[in-house]
């Protein structure tokens, strides 16, 4: 294992830790977010989870990092009321949900009502985020990220062909977008946390294994890309941001 700390600008800090596969990659992500909960446990913090490869980290957060102060919600969405589909729905199987429930943990639920339209659960989900920054002005942000081969973050795609759509729907003052990402990915209907919402994060541990995301993460890591080209050059943003990773890539 290896690390390399990177200071990107005044308080604000990435550092790389390289393993040797991504079984080992995300058990240390999710011991360094354990420590992270278990050292503001007694401050507000608001924790939004990716689903996907991105859910291994949850299994190494021990019940003692969890309490009353922790609000937990997902980092983005899939719009469908199918469990199998939904991310908040499948955080609800895995035990972290059950511990964090028995710890008296918050939730912001994003499981679609009865009726319920996409824009209306954007609306909601927005307003839940912004009713606990005004009541914990000083709590903090922490994410758990995760990377696609395209360099698509949370629900944020691409969009190279169309630059000034991908500034309406990520880059307004909505912590929150809902869109269609049709031909972009296999679950289109999204409601995501868009860059404004990344760029608040106190705290980002992302995690990003596999030889497909080399070309992603190397492009990320040069800083020469646009979050329209490759959405997760918003991660650069984050006050402090620790990447997880078991490739060898070049800074």
Known sequence: MSKLHIPMCYNYVMEIHRQTS?????????????????EHKAAPVLLLLSG???LALLDYVG????????TISVLD????????INNFAQIQRIQFYSDALAAGCGFFGTLPRNNESAEDLAARWQENILAWTKENP??????TLGLG???HTAGIFPFPENPGEFKR????????AAYHAAGKNQFPGR?????TLLKNLDAGFAYACGKEKRQALQSLLTGKKTAATLPAAAWLEIKQLDIFTDLDVKV
């Open 22 to 38: 991504p079984e080992a990659a995300a058990a240390e992500a999710g011991e360094y977010l354990n420590a992270f909960l278990t």
């Open 52 to 54: 996907g490869s991105a």
């Open 191 to 195: 409601i995501t946390a868009a860059l």
């Open 138 to 143: 000083e709590g903090l942000i922490a994410a």
């Open 169 to 176: 729907l990520f880059e307004s003052e909505n912590f929150v």
């Open 77 to 84: 969405e899939r719009f469908s009321q199918d469990p199998a």
């Open 149 to 151: 081969s395209d360099g």
């Open 63 to 70: 019940k003692a990092a969890l309490g009353e102060n922790l």
